[in-house]
């Protein structure tokens, strides 16, 4: 498979990985799983730090995709085709339909800020 379109198929994976999340019939492995990649896909806080040259975007071309292929072995195939056709419909027009998935991410960034703060002072 080409690069572009490994990269595009992510686009509609990391989703359709989110909603398999909130689905039962999806393995308690595959939670698991799908749970580390969207929080390390969401999070703002890298492996290595992007601003260090060419290794900074590294992990995100090489660790991301393996999370994301290694999750997609868990989940049984007819569920993640469903679930990837409910995920074509997240994304409009570049943009997020639904930004609030975001808010717990950013209020645990905001929890640990605090709590480092607190134990600085």
Excluded: C, H
């Amino acid at each position: 498979m080409e690069f572009k379109t490994r990269a595009k198929k992510l686009k509609t994976d990391i989703p359709a990985l989110f909603l398999s999340l909130k689905d039962k019939k999806t393995p308690i492995l595959a939670k698991i799983f799908a749970g580390i990649t969207v929080v390390y896909a969401l999070s703002p806080i890298d492996l290595v730090p992007d601003f260090i040259p060419v290794l900074g975007y590294l992990d995100d071309v090489i660790l991301l995709p393996m999370l994301v292929a290694l999750t997609i072995r868990f989940i049984p195939d007819e569920l993640l085709e469903e679930k990837r056709q409910q995920a074509k419909g997240i994304w409009q027009n570049g943009n997020p339909k639904k930004w609030y998935y975001a808010i717990p991410i950013v209020l645990i960034w905001i929890l640990i800020i605090v709590l480092i703060l607190k134990a600085v002072m």
